[in-house]
């Protein structure tokens, strides 16, 4: 089925450390996978995507990463700052649509 | 820069009521999507719209639910009888030319939040 995992649900780090946050999807003809950042009462925003025929992009500190023979890819935030604090969702581009991941909650404490 | 803009940003209705949620699409993308997350919850794909018509929908569209593009630059969303269920904010989102881009790469707007009684 149309199916993305996302792992943590919930991720709680120190101010300048790392996050890595994981998903997983179902269909290998999937081609296109963006990240998005949600703070409260807010609209999804993207903040990185990849395509298939790359393994990684990188945007300041911001990095995603891309297995498609294991069909998973990553988000990872370097140096994490308060303002990194929001949800995040993961998608993969079935078909016509985008499918999400549930989120994670990342939480940075200062 | 460009921006999906949906109206009202809130509505509150009684259970069995009509409700048009409306959104004007970034104006030279040509795809049209309607996702819906209920508080707490995920984003979930409800319809995609390209070329006057309904491409994609999920089994969560049903009957009670349907979209139309009455003008060139207008999208809306109707959900004929509301049920408790469809308490969640409801967000509109556009893309432009998949052949260009390679990619659905969508614009979010700022979301309706529909609140049934």
């Known amino acids: 089925g149309e199916n993305v995992e996302q792992h943590p649900s919930t991720l709680s780090v120190q101010e300048g450390d790392s996050a890595v946050i994981k998903c997983t999807y179902s269909?290998?003809?999937?081609?296109?996978f963006p990240w998005y950042k949600q703070e409260l009462g807010k609209r999804p925003q993207l903040i990185i995507d990849?395509?298939?025929?790359?393994g990684e992009k990188k945007d300041q500190r911001i990095a995603v990463t891309l297995n498609k023979t294991a069909k998973h890819f990553s988000l990872h935030i370097t140096e994490t700052q308060p303002e990194d604090s929001a949800v995040y969702f993961c998608?993969?581009?079935?078909?016509?649509?985008?499918?999400f991941g549930a989120g994670t909650i990342l939480r940075v404490k200062s | 820069e460009p921006e999906v803009t949906q109206t009202p940003s809130h509505q509150v209705t009684q259970m069995g009521q009509e409700v048009i949620l409306r959104c004007v699409p970034i104006?030279?993308?040509?795809?049209f999507y309607w996702y819906r997350q209920i508080l707490g919850q995920k984003v979930e794909f409800l319809v995609s719209?390209?070329?006057?018509?309904?491409?994609?929908k999920s089994e969560i569209f049903d009957d009670q639910f349907s979209v139309e593009r009455p003008d060139g630059s207008n999208f809306t969303l109707k959900i004929r009888s509301t049920k408790l269920e469809d308490s969640a904010m409801y967000f509109c989102?556009?893309?432009?030319?998949?052949?260009?881009?390679?990619?659905?790469?969508?614009?979010f707007g700022a979301g309706s939040r529909l609140t049934v009684l």
């Open positions: 269909d290998s003809a999937s081609n296109y």
């Open positions: 719209f390209y070329n006057n018509e309904i491409s994609e």
């Open positions: 998608a993969a581009e079935y078909g016509n649509k985008l499918v």
């Open positions: 989102a556009s893309s432009g030319d998949r052949l260009a881009s390679g990619a659905n790469v969508l614009t």
């Open positions: 990849i395509r298939s025929n790359v």
């Open positions: 104006s030279n993308h040509l795809y």
